[in-house]
């Protein structure tokens, strides 16, 4: 079973950046677009930042101009490059894959990173 494995999050200091990856096991095809939601303590998951298959973006306003998302079509990879984080940025990141699977739309998540911003 295909599985995405996250990397890059921590702890940092208000204005500092963190650079997040996010690699399936394996190959998927059918790819529609790739995405970083976040979720705050008591708060609702959120949509980040997203890139479709033509290499469109799409990004939360509270991130536009700081967060940059990227990907790697050949190693099935996304990236969320943020900058000028703030301590609103806390969250744990959760990267998503939108694909067909036996021709029905299909979801693959990552487990989540902590992103921590200290004031």
């Known amino acids: 079973q295909v599985q995405l494995v996250e990397s890059g999050g921590g702890l940092v200091q208000a204005g500092g950046s963190l650079r997040l990856s996010c690699a399936a096991s394996e190959s998927i095809f059918s790819i529609n677009a790739m995405g970083w939601y976040r979720q705050a303590p008591g708060k609702q998951r959120e949509l980040a930042a997203a890139?479709?298959?033509?290499?469109?973006?799409n990004y939360a306003d509270s991130v536009k101009g700081r967060f940059t998302i990227s990907r790697d079509n050949a190693k099935n990879t996304v990236y969320l490059q943020m900058n000028s984080l703030k301590p609103e940025d806390t969250a744990v990141y959760y990267c998503k894959i939108e694909a067909a699977l036996r021709g029905f739309p299909y979801d693959y998540w990552g487990q989540g990173t902590q992103v921590t911003v200290s004031s």
């Open positions: 890139i479709t298959s033509d290499g469109s973006t």
